[in-house]
């Protein structure tokens, strides 16, 4: 039986949760570590290696070398991991200055400048991103089902249909007005960026009514292009489906709701590092 093992840097558990959600690897796998479940010191050898969390704290980076070493696969799982996630919120100066300044924290790990994602410390095999990725995701990474195929975009898996008798002139916030049930969610008025953003999670939040935010980062597309290209590609899409001014539908996708997942379109490029390649990426 294989071996893997989870490994937990700064982050949420989400990841973790999802990933016991999933039954199908009981049988296939032994899981020997993940600090969540499993009571164990370190990280053995193992066939796999799930790194969750982003690289935090210098405890975060002398854990993560350790345990790359021992791994024969290593697949960075979720956004926190790929791109920094939540805990990319203390990039901010402000928040950065106001931990550093802290001078008598005690028993504490020691908070590194900012914080990087996995691939910027070891070499990563696989990406898995999502906030977080779905159990069946983690089945796929875990298995390589042949059967397994990943939407291009969560649009293609969504489902909804596109009217063209319905031209909103202004954006609806995420949680006003009612949804109806079958169209298009652009036509509603409601900012989805799900043409953009990386298929596989089988539209689980733009099929009950909820806009895709972007958790599963650029598809394809745009996964080697920089943010500007993601950028004037969906007011394109606006721009087609929408009588909305584009000067509204760019202030609310810089706005800060978005801002957790949305830095990603610009983290796979242009940022001093050569494009993670997409084969890599489920």
């Not at 983690?138 to 089902?145: D, G, N, R």
């Not at 999670?201 to 996964?223: K, M, W």
């Not at 997942?261 to 390649?277: N, V």
Request: hydrophobic share 40%.
């Amino acid at each position: 039986m294989r071996q893997f093992a989870v490994l937990q840097l700064s982050g949420c558990a989400g990841c973790e949760v999802s990933l016991l959600n999933a039954e199908a690897w009981v049988d296939r796998y032994k899981l020997v570590y993940m600090p969540l479940v499993i009571s164990a010191y370190d990280v053995p050898e193992v066939d796999v290696l799930l790194v969750s969390g982003g690289v935090r704290t210098d405890e975060d980076l002398y854990n993560l070398r350790r345990a790359a070493r021992r791994a024969r696969q290593l697949v960075a799982v979720g956004t926190c991991a790929i791109s920094g996630g939540v805990a990319n919120l203390g990039d901010r100066d402000e928040v950065r200055e106001l931990f550093l300044a802290e001078a008598e924290r005690r028993h504490l790990p020691r908070l590194l400048p900012r914080i990087r994602p996995v691939d910027a410390v070891v070499t990563v095999d696989r990406y898995l991103p999502g906030c977080p990725p779905t159990p069946e995701l983690f089945m796929a990474v875990l298995f390589t089902p042949t059967d397994f195929k990943v939407g291009k975009t969560v649009c293609r898996e969504c489902g909804r249909k596109k009217r063209r008798d319905m031209r909103p002139t202004h954006l609806i916030g995420f949680e006003q007005g009612e949804v109806l049930p079958d169209v298009c969610l652009i036509n509603q008025g409601y900012l989805c960026v799900g043409s953009s953003t990386r298929g596989g999670c089988r539209a689980l939040c733009t099929r009950p009514g909820h806009p895709c935010v972007g958790c599963r980062g650029p598809s394809d597309t745009f996964i080697d292009k920089l943010s500007s290209e993601w950028f004037t590609s969906i007011q394109r899409v606006f721009a087609a489906m929408t009588d909305i001014p584009a000067e509204e539908i760019e202030t609310a996708l810089r706005s800060p709701q978005l801002a957790l997942f949305l830095f990603q379109f610009s983290d796979y490029a242009g940022t001093g590092r050569p494009p993670r390649p997409k084969e890599k990426v489920l």
